[in-house]
């Protein structure tokens, strides 16, 4: 199922795994800041407001710290699509977290 939210960052958790946002937002191309306490393994999804799977893309194993990623809109419609990074420890598959926001893309 698709995530939801409330568009804004999410506040530090006691954990250490953060959603930073995304920037710049509205845009065709964003891009997706989030903050890891432990290497992880991490997967992005991203659905329209339909909840249809519109990409996923392993990123694979992160380091601890401040990361990012690029969502890339070029090819889909205008509009309010949710994304969210699934947060695994990357030894055993167990999962950590799930941080999840929104982007507006424009054509």
Same mark, same amino acid.
């Given at each position: $199922?698709?995530?939801? #939210? ?18 710049? &937002?509205? $845009?065709?191309?964003? &891009? %997706?800041?989030? $903050? ?12 329209? @407001? ?8 392993? =990123?694979? @194993?992160?380091?601890?710290? %401040? ?10 419609? $205008? ?7 699934? @947060?695994? #420890? ?8 799930? =941080? ?5 893309? =424009?054509?």
């Amino acid at each position: $199922s698709p995530p939801t #939210d409330s568009g804004e960052p999410q506040d530090a958790t006691l954990d250490g795994y953060v959603l930073l946002g995304s920037y710049p &937002n509205p $845009s065709r191309q964003s &891009n %997706i800041r989030f $903050s890891l306490a432990k290497p992880s393994q991490v997967t992005l999804e991203v659905f329209d @407001v339909a909840g249809k799977l519109v990409t996923r893309q392993a =990123l694979g @194993v992160q380091q601890a710290g %401040i990361r990012e990623v690029g969502l890339d809109g070029r090819g889909w419609g $205008s509009g309010m699509y949710l994304y969210r990074l699934s @947060v695994t #420890d990357p030894q055993t598959g167990a999962p950590r977290t799930t =941080l999840s926001g929104r982007a507006i893309v =424009l054509r």
